[in-house]
């Protein structure tokens, strides 16, 4: 994590740069404040993933002499077929045009959306890992 942190650490000082010579050079302040927020976010992500990286040591992605099999580990559990995700697409698809076209479609999205979000978090709760 150690790479992936320098990356995003990069990533948020290029945005401080661009938010400092856009805010210096525009009047407008909605350009400055978008960079500003990519690079506080992006500051975040490099924050979040050098702590990670201090808690847990280094991963064998980080050192230069790791074996392959090294990083291997147990497969996650992938499930096999589902309609929440189209429920879900499909209620914030509506969601969203209920935003263009009045009230009516927001109610509609979001008894839509709901089942198909709760589909998602309750599908596989009692399996066992």
Known sequence: MKAESALFAGVSLFFAVCASV???SSAEPAG??????????SAL???????????????????????????AGPVAFFPPRSAFP????????????????GLWLVLIGAGVLAPGV??????????ES
Do not use: I, N
Request: with cysteine; net charge neutral.
């Open 45 to 71: 992500v490099a924050f979040f993933l050098w702590q990670r990286h201090r808690k847990e040591g280094p991963l064998p992605q980080d050192e230069k002499e790791s074996a392959v099999h090294e990083a």
């Open 118 to 127: 709760l589909g998602f978090v309750f599908q596989y709760g009692t399996r």
């Open 86 to 101: 189209v429920l879900a697409a499909v209620g914030t698809a509506l969601l969203g045009l209920g935003a263009v076209y």
């Open 32 to 41: 400055t404040a978008a960079l500003t927020v990519s690079c506080l976010m």
């Open 22 to 24: 856009y805010g210096w």
